[in-house]
């Protein structure tokens, strides 16, 4: 089970995964590629050096590739556990090999997402993606990420999905009723009765009303249903 999986939430579901492209390990390993180089000019240099050297630069081309290696292994590993991920609630990303550090930003709080990417990233399908939010903490920018248009998309219609739950435009899903139990034979008059709505503060009702006018002047919901919810969150004050 991937990482982040264990540290979902109840019910929040993972829509969307992504990493950043192979380019960041490229970038990263640099170190690792200036190393080899230098293997290759001391064993061009050994040939016209006195013999009594020549141990000497063979064990030093060996540490040289044996580290670039080992430099380039690092950073495969890096890349492998740096994950971005698009959840029903949040977006979550997790770094690091053996010290885990997760970020994540609650999608109720993402205000905008800037999509930046240069001709070569459009060649080779990565951008940067920049995250607009009314905290000062969380995910604020996802370097060379693959597919970057379409994290964003994803990330766009699980925070409008999550408007639409949190208006009440869209009831979330009760509890599945169990087959062959007493209750599926029961007579109507004894289902009971309906809960009663939950009151709420008046700070909710101000941002659940200001979402619900957001969600009305796109279109998502009609007037009717706007005014309806609306004289129903009063009610809960």
Do not use: C
Request: aromatic share 8%.
């Amino acid at each position: 089970m991937p990482y982040l999986d264990k540290r979902l939430a109840t019910g929040e579901q993972p829509l969307r995964r992504e990493h950043q492209h192979w380019f960041v390990v490229a970038a990263n390993a640099r170190y690792a590629f200036i190393a080899w180089i230098v293997a290759i000019a001391v064993w061009l240099l050994s040939g016209v050096l006195p013999d009594g050297v020549r141990p000497l630069l063979g064990w030093i081309m060996v540490a040289l590739v044996i580290g670039g290696l080992l430099y380039l292994g690092w950073q495969v590993l890096r890349w492998q556990n740096e994950e971005f991920v698009v959840t029903s609630r949040r977006v979550l990303q997790t770094q690091g090999v053996v010290n885990k550090q997760v970020i994540d930003s609650s999608l109720e709080k993402i205000n905008d997402a800037i999509l930046t990417e240069s001709i070569f990233g459009r060649m080779f399908g990565f951008g940067d993606l920049e995250i607009l939010t009314a905290s000062e903490s969380g995910i604020s920018r996802l370097r060379m990420l693959r597919d970057a248009d379409g994290f964003k998309r994803a990330m766009l219609d699980a925070k409008h999905e999550l408007e639409l739950e949190l208006s009440g435009a869209r009831p979330m899903p009760g509890p599945a009723i169990r087959a062959g139990g007493p209750a599926q034979s029961a007579a109507p008059a004894a289902a009971p009765a309906a809960a009663t709505a939950p009151s709420m503060s008046a700070d909710e009702v101000t941002r659940t009303l200001a979402s619900l006018a957001d969600l009305r002047d796109r279109g998502a919901i009609s007037a009717e249903e706007y005014e309806a919810k609306k004289a129903d969150l009063l009610h809960r004050i």
